[in-house]
Structure formats: C-alpha cells, structure tokens
Nanobody, 118 residues
Framework: VQLQASGGGLVQAGGSLRLSCQLS????????MGWLRQAPGKQREFVAG????????NYADSVKGRFTVSRDKFKNTVDLQMTDLKSEDTALYYC????????????WGQGTLVTVSS
C-alpha cells in the first residue's frame, strides 16, 4: 500500500496550491481519507477528510471556506485545493487513510511541504 503526496511548495499569502495524494496497493472503498498537517513546533492536526466514495467531507474550522477536499476515482487520487493561504497554513501536509470505524489512520503518505510567505 502506498500513499504518495505531492504538490507542496512556496506560495505568497493569499495564493493557492493544490495537493494530490496518489493511492495504490489496495481497495480503499471502505476507507476514509484525510489530510493532516504538522507545523514546526506544533502537534499534527486534522485538516480535511473525505470518504473514498466521495461523500461526507469535513474540515477543520481553520480551513473551512478556503480548502476543498475531493476524490478523483479515475486517477485514484485524493486532492486538497487550498486557496487564500495564510502564513499559519505553513506545515508539512500528510495524506492518510483509515478504515471505516477506525479511530487511527492506518496508512500514511510521506508528507509534502507547504510554505506560505507573508
């Protein structure tokens, strides 16, 4: 099983980035996908989640209205469109997957760095 995150980079405040997580190695139809992030010196936090079926999205309050999570079943990716980026969005972003009903994420990608300059 492999989750490969990409799309991070350096962007100015107010700009946009699109992260993508390529999934392979198993059937994720009964999994919930998540994007999480960890800023320097801070604990990892949840950003956004989506069922692999594309339903039931949810977001952290800090990103609601700015970030959109989606799933492309043809490309086998879960994407995170980030707009109106703020300096506090600077972090290492991870994609992860957990089985329905599970409390912990089972599979993790390697992380992609997003840096927002003010």
């Amino acid at each position: 099983v492999q989750l490969q995150a990409s799309g991070g980079g350096l962007v100015q405040a107010g700009g946009s980035l699109r992260l993508s997580c390529q999934l392979s190695g198993r059937n994720f139809s009964r999994y919930r996908m998540g994007w999480l992030r960890q800023a320097p010196g801070k604990q990892r936090e949840f950003v956004a989640g989506i069922m692999w079926t594309g339903h039931l999205t949810n977001y952290a309050d800090s990103v609601k209205g700015r970030f959109t999570v989606s799933r492309d079943k043809f490309k086998n990716t879960v994407d995170l469109q980030m707009t109106d980026l703020k300096s506090e969005d600077t972090a290492l972003y991870y994609c992860a997957a957990k089985a329905l009903g599970a409390s912990e994420y089972e599979y993790w990608g390697q992380g992609t760095l997003v840096t927002v300059s003010s």
